[in-house]
């Protein structure tokens, strides 16, 4: 039998292969000065071990469908944009930490599993609104995240380069590796949540409620086995999945590899890539990679996208209607949420396509202080979760997610949580390179407001 006919190919598949995308408009792609520098780095990225690998992948869509089915929520956080230099042991260990704990409260609240995912192993690249930046005399080049450039303003700093996408593939893997030793050496174990513990949250105001819900799932976890006789095995097993915006496509290209014995081809270079919004055009090259892979794969939904837009995405992206394969992750803002969302669920129900859909709280409450600094507030996140919880709920359907910016760091970049950060507390541990993240306090916090708010219906 021809080998070739049992290939299992996304639909209109003659015209997909993991170089297509090159034929499309590709939009926030950096211009490499040297390109044949550049296709010796993807070739070199190409010849590296994967790092996800597609037994995960296919574990994640069966997750993700137990999810489109109510039964599972999928909890997704971590950097706006990861740094090379913030690939240290300590600050992954306490990335995991929020995540546990927020997964913790979110599996108590709502009685559900929860799918980790991390931003994380792979965040390196950034869309950006504008090409260049300007300061006084000088225009440079934008910076574009650690995959690309670095945020230095001098022009050496600023120039694309292309031996970073190999740093960066290095950073990821190390990310991973020990992410996933933690995890095997029972770090992410229900039985110890203590192993979860963050030194400066002893003092938070969430730190009561957090240990009567750690308390109960003890209690709960004992009893199960006394009466069963029997470990909870996802209680000490539960994986965490990677995931980052696939936005430089050289570098999601170089990990796409088709595994013969499942008949698809896979992005090895993590679990859930997701498109932006500023790359989700229907004709980009965004949307034609994105098709042709087995990973499920997430988009961005925006105010500025209309029905027809977003059900464009859906046949797209996921033609047989699959389940397991499609997350929408909604983020409208919470002045937009209540004129915006609703007939989008009802367009993407009338496709009949199965989407996973989850809230991003974050980036459509992006704002500048008076002072200048980019800021979101903790109300404004809260509120729109809380509506989108609402408008799913009242149009019988179903939020299955969540996606943040967050750090396990006391940073002071989002305002408002029970401590009440000013805009005046900004400059005290403002870190990020990108956008404000919430610190793990108001993580925990958040946390807790959707589990209040799922027992409050
Ligand atoms: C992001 O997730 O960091 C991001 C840039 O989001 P969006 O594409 O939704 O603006
Ligand atoms: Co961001």
Redesign the pocket.
């Known amino acids: 039998m021809n080998q070739r006919a049992s290939i299992k190919q996304p639909d209109d598949a003659s015209t997909w292969s993991p170089t297509s995308w090159q034929s499309r408009p590709a939009a926030q792609q950096a211009v490499y000065r040297d390109p044949a520098a550049l296709a010796r780095a993807v070739e070199a990225l190409g010849r590296l071990p994967p790092i996800v690998v597609s037994w995960e992948i296919e574990a994640l869509r069966r997750q993700i469908a137990d999810a489109q089915r109510g039964e599972r929520f999928l909890l997704q956080g971590g950097d ?2 990861e740094s090379l230099a913030d690939c240290e042991s300590g600050q992954i260990a306490r990335k995991l930490k929020i995540l546990l704990q927020m997964s913790l409260v979110l599996l108590h609240g709502l009685k559900k599993p929860v799918i980790r995912v991390g931003r994380f192993a792979g965040q390196y690249a ?2 950006r609104t504008t090409e260049n930046e300007t300061r006084g005399e000088v225009t440079l080049p934008v910076y574009r995240g650690d995959l690309v450039n670095r945020p230095g303003f001098t022009a050496e700093d600023r120039e694309p380069d292309p031996e970073l996408l190999l740093r960066a593939y290095e950073r990821a893997a190390l990310t991973l590796n020990f992410v996933r030793a933690l995890i095997d050496g029972g770090f992410a174990d229900l039985h110890h949540p203590e192993y979860w513990d963050l030194d400066f949250m002893h003092h938070s105001p969430s730190r009561d409620q957090y240990r009567q819900i750690v308390n109960s799932i003890s209690d709960s976890l004992d009893f199960f086995e006394a009466i069963s006789g029997s470990r909870v095995h996802e209680a000490s097993r539960a994986p965490f999945y990677a995931s980052h ?1 696939a936005l430089h496509l050289h570098y999601e290209q170089a990990q796409t590899r088709y595994i013969e014995r499942k008949g698809y081809w896979y992005n090895l270079s993590t679990h859930l890539p997701w498109i ?3 790359t989700a055009d229907l004709d980009g090259a965004h949307v034609e990679y994105c098709r042709g892979i087995r990973n499920p794969v997430g988009v ?1 939904v ?1 105010p500025s996208m209309d029905a027809a837009w977003v059900q464009g995405l859906c046949r797209a992206l996921n033609p047989q209607a699959e389940y397991g394969r499609l997350v929408l ?1 909604h ?1 409208m803002g919470a002045a937009n949420v209540d004129s915006k969302l609703l007939p989008l669920i009802e367009a993407v129900r009338a496709t009949e396509i199965p989407v996973l859909w989850v809230c ?1 709280p974050m ?1 459509g409450n992006t704002e500048t202080t008076s002072s200048g600094v980019k800021t979101r507030r903790f109300d404004n996140i809260v509120a729109e979760l809380e509506s989108s919880v609402r408008i799913h709920r009242e149009a019988g359907s179903y939020l299955g997610g969540v996606h943040f ?1 967050l750090t396990g760091e006391d940073v002071t970049e989002c305002t408002g949580g029970a401590r009440g950060l000013a805009d005046g507390d900004l400059a005290r541990a403002y870190r990020t390179t ?2 404000p993240r919430l610190n793990c306090e108001q993580a925990l916090e958040l946390a807790m407001r959707i589990a209040a708010n799922a027992r409050s219906v």
């Open positions: 706006c944009a950034k869309p915006e932006g919004l500023r961005k925006g992750i983020r991003d980036h910016e990108v956008d």
